[in-house]
């Protein structure tokens, strides 16, 4: 799910995955009280995550996102995946996702930083010839996600098309080339993985995709609220495309954003002609056509 935004902030949010929290990390960090347009439904503790489980309620008028249930992770209360009843779209960044498959040139997609799987409902949705394979950390966000988003219904209604892996996204054991494209979703602490700042990391993510393919990423940005001092989330989002630029070389990034929310896409499909617009246009179910015609080259500044 382009923004990542803390619960209290009524803006369209960013939805990011937690990497890694150590246990001392979990317990001593701050854990902001919710808005009272949010009901708890469960509250636990892992060595890697502070998971909630809320339901913004379907009375508040005016909240983009009323009616719909939130994984929140970190104690800022960032939100890491959306559902609403019976509609596979979340009204977030995540959206922006399910409009990559119309560029691959293999119908596969590996999701890094899966969380309760919003992303992948929308994929195996719209696309019923796409396989996706997602990888979470946390065993106990993935056991979440069965109990309260659906995700054991999802693997069953698509079980020749979905794979969970839990373990570590960077340490993925994959096919070289093997994936027409990667959906990277790494946050830890509230904040980009530290490691996607380095463009080593980022050539072993395109090492992943086949030749043609494409790596769609959440940068996170302004929005998002980081329960480390001096990880600001601009200079984080700097930092993660510069690291992409180095990667993948000029003009092979492209980037949008949504109310400080960034998000940002390699390949073949960057600076692509409006023919090559309108294909992809054409491709897309009519709910994700908005989302071909917002992205510009990255210059190094914006």
Not at 165 to 188: N, Q, R, S, Y
Not at 230 to 236: I, K, N, P, S, T
Not at 256 to 265: I, N, P
């Amino acid at each position: 799910m382009a923004f990542l935004v803390a619960v209290p902030v009524p803006r369209p949010p960013i939805l990011r995955r937690l990497h890694f929290t150590t246990t001392t990390r979990a317990s001593a960090a701050r854990t902001d009280p919710l808005p009272e347009e949010l009901q708890l439904v469960a509250d636990l503790r892992t060595p890697h995550n502070h998971i909630r489980v809320a339901d913004v309620s379907r009375r508040a008028t005016g909240h983009p996102l009323a009616g719909a249930r939130l994984l929140l992770l970190d104690g800022p209360g960032n939100i890491h995946s959306v559902s609403f009843p019976h509609c596979p779209l979340t009204r977030t960044y995540l959206d922006v996702f399910a409009a990559l498959p119309p560029l691959l040139p293999r119908p596969s997609l590996a999701v890094l930083g899966f969380g309760a799987g919003s992303a992948a409902r929308a994929l195996l949705h719209f696309y019923p010839d796409l396989s996706v394979h997602g990888w979470e950390l946390d065993p106990s966000v993935i056991a979440v996600a069965r109990d309260f988003f659906g995700l054991s219904e999802l693997e069953k209604s698509h079980a020749d098309r979905l794979v969970v892996h839990v373990g570590d996204a960077l340490e993925a054991e994959a096919v070289p080339g093997g994936f027409g494209g990667v959906l990277v979703d790494l946050f830890a602490n509230g904040s980009v993985l530290p490691e996607l700042q380095e463009a080593a990391t980022w050539r072993r993510i395109g090492g992943m995709v086949a030749r043609g393919g494409t790596v769609m990423v959440n940068c996170g940005g302004g929005c998002v609220e980081a329960e480390e001092e001096g990880r600001d989330g601009e200079a984080v989002k700097d930092a993660t495309l510069r690291a992409m630029a180095a990667a993948f070389g000029d003009g092979m990034v492209a980037v949008m954003d949504v109310d400080e929310s960034w998000v940002a896409m390699t390949g073949p499909a960057v600076g692509a002609p409006e023919e090559a617009a309108a294909a992809w246009k054409a491709r897309l179910p009519p709910q994700l056509r908005q989302y071909v015609d917002v992205w510009r080259p990255y210059n190094g500044n914006k």
